[in-house]
């Protein structure tokens, strides 16, 4: 691993999880798959789905090269690799809520666990001081009010769709999963990791770029997860909405490119960087 990576420590136990979760993404979406779409005829969730089981494996494929290439000295993986994790545990939240209680239930338990534990050493090995130091230059208060306001447009949504379902039990049924996963998951940490950028926080920097390409894959996943399901005779989905979630992720690709430009852009004025040889990691 490169040593001048601004990891406090080791990339092992993050591998390992990565791995773990990544396996699992793919039994999950191969029995999903391979089922046919009556497993999910209860759902109505385009996150809970065959399409959602097929879109799901390109977060795998991400994840799986963000550690390749993070574990090979590359900074803007090493950045982006959070963002795949946290992605996999916001998409099998609503798995765990809403998909048939079968013992497939254990696997979906896996990847969000392992997911989740592999996002928390990331956290805390990549050292955001030395990330605000790098990125110095860097748009961070515009950054952070584009999450922010991402964050709470998100929760205005998320009040209307619930204000909307009371008194509909089937609606209810049906979106409470994926409600539940943006409530308390997908959401919170945009505003979180918005204000903490806007106010050129460490962990800001650390954060950020993991959570535009949540963002990001969040529109790209729906599409993918929606056009199957149309064509597949699953959860339809109106073209509209699906046009929204594309906007939107656009947006946050977008963003995300710029922050880490700006990055780069610094890198190469000062080539050795404002790294502290004592913030590197070493090996695993």
Same mark, same amino acid.
């Given at each position: ?47 809970? /789905? ?11 494929? +991400? ?25 996999? &545990? ?6 765990? *809520? ?14 969000? +666990?392992? &997911?989740?534990?592999?996002?928390? /050493?990331?956290?805390?090995? *990549? ?19 584009? +999450? ?21 039990? &089937? ?12 409530? *308390? ?5 945009? *505003? ?22 949540? /963002? ?44 880490? &430009? ?23």
């Amino acid at each position: 691993m490169d040593k001048t990576l601004p990891v406090r420590h080791g990339l092992g136990k993050a591998t390992g999880a990565s791995v773990a979760a990544a396996a699992a993404v793919v039994v999950a979406s191969g029995v999903g798959l391979g089922a046919g779409v009556g497993r999910y005829a209860q759902s109505q969730s385009v996150l809970v /789905s065959q399409g959602a089981d097929a879109a799901n494996l390109i977060v795998v494929v +991400l994840v799986l090269a963000a550690l390749w290439f993070a574990r090979r000295g590359s900074l803007t993986a090493l950045l982006l690799w959070p963002g795949g994790l946290f992605y996999l &545990a916001y998409a099998y939240m609503p798995y765990l *809520i809403g998909a048939p209680f079968t013992p497939l239930l254990f696997d979906d338990a896996v990847v969000f +666990l392992a &997911a989740a534990f592999g996002l928390a /050493s990331l956290s805390t090995a *990549i050292d955001g001081t030395a990330l605000r130091e790098r990125f110095s230059g860097a748009p961070a208060r515009a950054v952070g009010a584009f +999450l922010t306001v991402i964050g709470v447009l998100a929760y205005a949504g998320l009040v209307v769709t619930a204000v909307s379902a009371f008194g509909s039990s &089937a609606t209810e049924a049906a979106w409470r999963g994926h409600w539940v996963a943006d409530w *308390i998951l997908g959401t919170p940490v945009l *505003i979180l990791a918005g204000v903490l950028l806007w106010a050129r926080r460490p962990f800001g920097y650390t954060a950020a770029p993991g959570l535009l390409l949540v /963002s990001a894959l969040g529109g790209v996943v729906f599409a993918v997860s929606a056009v199957l399901d149309n064509l597949t005779g699953g959860i339809r989905t109106d073209l509209s909405v699906v046009v929204v979630h594309l906007v939107i992720g656009a947006a946050s690709l977008a963003v995300l490119i710029w922050f880490l &430009a700006t990055g780069r852009r610094a890198e190469r004025r000062d080539p050795k960087g404002h790294l502290r040889r004592g913030a590197a990691a070493g090996t695993t």
